[in-house]
């Protein structure tokens, strides 16, 4: 069974930094496909970032610049920088796994991210 937990939520200032972790367990890390998701108060859930098992990234037009996404394997956690962090950037982010040859998604149950201006 897929657990997922994140971590590392909190209130910042605009410009300010925080990093995101994620613990996974109960499958193999490095077989599966992981990502960033967020969902702000009134708006549906958007991909943030992720990252495929050979390392490949991808992100967002929002936050390219800006966020980081990494993994370790040995340790099956998977990681979200965010620096210069703004006001638009606050919402529950959300960690995402899925195997990378398909199937289901399986999805944490968020931490909580503020940005004050």
């Known amino acids: 069974q897929v657990q997922l937990v994140e971590s590392g939520g909190g209130s910042v200032q605009t410009g300010g930094s925080l990093r995101l972790s994620c613990a996974a367990s109960?499958?193999?890390?490095?077989?599966?496909?992981m990502g960033w998701f967020r969902q702000a108060p009134g708006k549906e859930r958007e991909g943030v970032a992720a990252i495929d098992s050979d390392g490949s990234t991808s992100y967002a037009d929002s936050v390219k610049g800006r966020f980081a996404i990494s993994q370790d394997n040995d340790n099956n956690t998977l990681y979200l920088q965010m620096n210069s962090l703004k006001p638009e950037d606050t919402a529950m982010y959300y960690c995402a796994a899925e195997p990378c040859s398909g199937g289901e998604r399986s999805w944490g149950r968020g931490t909580l991210v503020t940005v004050s201006s």
């Open positions: 109960g499958y193999t890390y490095s077989s599966y496909c």
